[in-house]
Nanobody
Framework: VRLVESGGGLVQPGGSLRLSCATS????????MSWHRQAPGQERGLVAS????????YYTDSVKGRFTISRDNARNTVNLQMTALKPEDTAVYYC???????????WGQGTQVTVSE
């Protein structure tokens, strides 16, 4: 099983980034996929999630209207489009896959997003 995040980097406030998570080794289309983030000294928290068919999405309040989660089941990838970025969005962003039963859970290694002048 592999989950590999990409697309992080340094961006100015108000800018945009698109994170991608390429996966392999599990039945991607049947997994709930999500993005989480962890800032220094803080616990890892859920940012957004999307169901297997992509029909239901969830966003934490602080990113609603700015971030969009999407998935491509043909390519086994999940993306996070981030716009209007703020310094408080600075964190390591992690991709996670969870089976419907909750039995299986997989994490990527994370990608750093830094929002600063």
């Amino acid at each position: 099983v592999r989950l590999v995040e990409s697309g992080g980097g340094l961006v100015q406030p108000g800018g945009s980034l698109r994170l991608s998570c390429a996966t392999s080794g599990f039945m991607f289309s049947s997994y709930v996929m999500s993005w989480h983030r962890q800032a220094p000294g803080q616990e890892r928290g859920l940012v957004a999630s999307i169901t297997g068919a992509g029909s239901i999405t969830y966003y934490t309040d602080s990113v609603k209207g700015r971030f969009t989660i999407s998935r491509d089941n043909a390519r086994n990838t999940v993306n996070l489009q981030m716009t209007a970025l703020k310094p408080e969005d600075t964190a390591v962003y992690y991709c996670k896959g969870r089976s419907r039963s909750g039995t299986n859970m997989y994490w990527g290694q994370g990608t750093q997003v830094t929002v600063s002048e």
